[in-house]
């Protein structure tokens, strides 16, 4: 077998995983491909179905599963937040304010990275707090190129409008004022994946009077500017 691991049964199951990226295929096929022995190939076909990594279609024939595409989204994550680390270092740095990543889980968005400034008020937004995607300028970058029947209902109970959402498309920026919490203004910009779509939100927080009732004014350049390093990034990384 070429490139043995010297681990065969795990050399065995990656030529039936192989086999099965080039789509479906019924066990007669496997063997086929694989050149395994049909007791062989069906054990271990089974085996990793087991573990959702093989599934089957509708016909009954072996499919690649969910469980790949979960682990592939999980890698995506890391690779987000390894890329992110530094940019938004960099960003805190120039803009003198803190700096966040955000994603959308289901109705809410999630600060998964963020940098702090170091002394003085700080806007602390923790790594893992679950903000509402109704309110706040990294919440109408989530939103506003989602596809239309999704857009019209996350705007119920919104404290932005559609005509918010149509300038950020503009403009690629959004800004916030007192909108999620009084007293604090922000600046976001998107982050995007594979085939332009938006995944991320990179966002500077920080109180009114330092980031005055036009915070686009002042921060949008260097806020798009990340967003577009961390977007280039992941491109370079896939």
């Known amino acids: 077998m070429d490139n043995s691991s010297g681990v065969g049964v795990l050399d065995k199951a990656v030529l039936v995983l192989n086999a099965l990226e080039a789509g479906p295929a019924s066990l007669a096929q496997l063997v086929q491909a694989t050149g395994l022995a ?8 089974v085996a990793l179905e ?9 016909q009954g024939r072996f499919v690649l599963g969910p469980r790949l595409s979960e682990l592939s989204t999980a890698a995506g994550e890391d ?3 390894a890329v992110a680390g530094p940019v938004l270092t960099q960003l805190r740095d120039l803009t003198g304010e803190s700096a966040q990543l955000y994603r959308r889980q289901g109705d809410e968005r999630v600060c998964v990275a963020a940098a702090e400034r170091a002394s003085g008020l700080r806007d602390t937004v923790p790594v893992g707090s679950a903000l509402p995607m109704i309110a706040g300028s990294a919440a109408q970058i989530l939103l506003a190129w989602e596809e239309p029947d999704r857009l019209h209902r996350g705007l119920r109970g919104a404290k932005f409008t559609a005509a918010t959402l149509a300038s950020v498309r503009r403009r690629g920026w959004a800004h916030s004022v007192g909108e999620r919490e009084q007293g604090v203004a922000s600046v976001s910009a998107p982050i995007r994946g594979t085939g332009g779509k938006v ?5 500077v927080s920080g109180p009114i ?13 260097p806020v798009v500017s990340a967003a577009e390093r961390i ?8």
């Open 199 to 203: 995944v991320a939100a990179v966002s």
């Open 50 to 58: 087991h573990h959702r990594i093989v599934s089957r279609d509708t």
């Open 38 to 45: 049909r007791p062989t190939a069906h054990r271990l076909a």
């Open 231 to 238: 977007t280039e990034s992941m491109r370079r990384a896939n």
């Open 79 to 81: 690779r987000l937040l």
């Open 209 to 221: 009077e330092r980031l005055t009732r036009t915070p686009g004014r002042l921060h949008a350049a």
